[in-house]
């Protein structure tokens, strides 16, 4: 399909959780003012109720950006996105997948693995380091590079509240330390450093950390009551 100002090709390639034929997915797209490009996907029954799109500018060089994660398509078989910017590129590719596909369980749909971090959707620890693909990804480490994941996670009593807590020393975009030991300690995987802030109480009554080996570090004075 020829769009003003853009070449626009489409790709057919579907990650399927049952033998949807890549064929029924049908992509239309409409360039509208200013270069925006409203895409329309259209699938059959069975393929997912939660869709993956991506898009990239250039076939040759392999890399794919997801552009819209995990859209609820429940009931009606198609979703309808904007790419809005699209205007800038001489070219434009996307790609559906099904985020419900996850064969390995790391946390990563098999298309994300696939096309976007190059990452074994067979294999939830791609790099065989003991922390799996999609934590990598959450914690910002290299899922592909072997011993790269390790990392400091941060403890202080006073602050930290969400699933993200633990990865910053100060709050930051809403995320801090955690505000125990225990909660940063079952954050962690095997080899991380615990960070625990001095001057802080920690009141853990039954403070018991398992059998992953990290690294306790408290910074100056710090206190444990029950
Ligand atoms: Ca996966
Ligand atoms: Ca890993």
Redesign the pocket.
Known sequence: MRARGVLLIVVLLSFSLVKADASDILFSAIQKEGGDIRLQVQYPGGFTNRLDLFACTNLASGYWILVSQDTITAGTNALSWLDSGAGQFQARFYCAGDAGV?????????AR?TLVYR?N?AL?DTDFDGIP??AEIARGTDPSSGGSGVMRLYADSDIGNDAYDGWAGAVGAGHGPKRSIRATYIASYGGDTLQLQGGAIFVEPMLSLGGKSVVLCPQGEVTLRP
Do not use: V
């Open positions: 996850d064969a390995d369980s790391d946390g990563l749909p098999d693995e990452t959707p939830p693909d999609g």
